[in-house]
T-cell receptor, first 112, second 111 residues
Framework: DAGITQSPRHKVTETGTPVTLRCHQT?????MYWYRQDPGHGLRLIHY???????DKGEVSDGYSVSRSKTEDFLLTLESATSSQTSVYFC???????????FGPGTRLTVL | GNSVTQMEGPVTLSEEAFLTINCTYT??????LFWYVQYPGEGLQLLLK?????DKGSNKGFEATYRKETTSFHLEKGSVQVSDSAVYFC??????????FGKGNQVVVIP
């Protein structure tokens, strides 16, 4: 257990509204990630962070922004949610020196 | 670029049958390779890994061997149980602490 929590675990929202998902870790890991999981696509990287205020884009970053003001928290924001962003979102951390990633329990987001 | 390809479609098999899930990769050099498992309603869990050619990763009765000649990392288990029903993802490390994942395979084990 890498001490990763995500909130909320489930959310239903309407098209055009802003949404923020939170990932929290308790073990001071430097690297954090946001993925989305969709049928037929597996996991795709949205954004990742390599330290406080240090973030970079992944392969599907359009429509998403992130922030990391503290080591333990990594926020994913959908500025104006669209139905194509209905998905399950996973946060992960990387254990330094191993290339291994450990995942949170996920957030199921539905955009109507 | 760096990518992972898993066999298409779900896998359905009977309890105690032999399981194989194919994984091939495209990468520069010899990246570390991983298998992750996702049980229903949960996040992914690291199942096993291999960091160099000819390495064999193993855990919970599952095995996978890093084959550079065939650029493959197939997952095998000799006798599956109902509790092995899950989605299995192959992944590779491609630098800057990032992983590339395959699309996953749903495994259903029937009693």
């Amino acid at each position: 257990d890498a001490g990763i929590t995500q909130s909320p675990r489930h959310k239903v929202t309407e098209t055009g509204t802003p949404v923020t998902l939170r990932c929290h870790q308790t073990e001071n890991h430097r690297y954090m990630y946001w993925y989305r999981q969709d049928p037929g696509h597996g996991l795709r990287l949205i954004h990742y962070s390599y330290g406080v205020k240090d973030t970079d884009k992944g392969e599907v970053s359009d429509g998403y922004s992130v922030s990391r003001s503290k080591t333990e928290d990594f926020l994913l924001t959908l500025e104006s949610a669209t139905s194509s962003q209905t998905s399950v979102y996973f946060c992960a951390i990387s254990v330094g020196g191993t290339n291994e990633q450990f995942f949170g329990p996920g957030t199921r987001l539905t955009v109507l | 670029g760096n990518s992972v390809t898993q066999m298409e479609g779900p896998v359905t098999l009977s309890e105690e049958a032999f399981l194989t899930i194919n994984c091939t990769y495209t990468a520069t050099g010899y990246p570390s390779l991983f298998w992750y498992v996702q049980y229903p309603g949960e996040g992914l869990q690291l199942l096993l890994k291999a960091t160099k050619a000819d390495d064999k990763g193993s855990n919970k009765g599952f095995e996978a061997t890093y084959r550079k000649e065939t650029t493959s990392f197939h997952l095998e288990k000799g006798s599956v149980q109902v509790s092995d029903s899950a989605v299995y993802f192959c992944a590779l490390y491609y630098g800057n602490n990032r992983l590339a994942f395959g699309k996953g395979n749903q495994v259903v084990v029937i009693p």
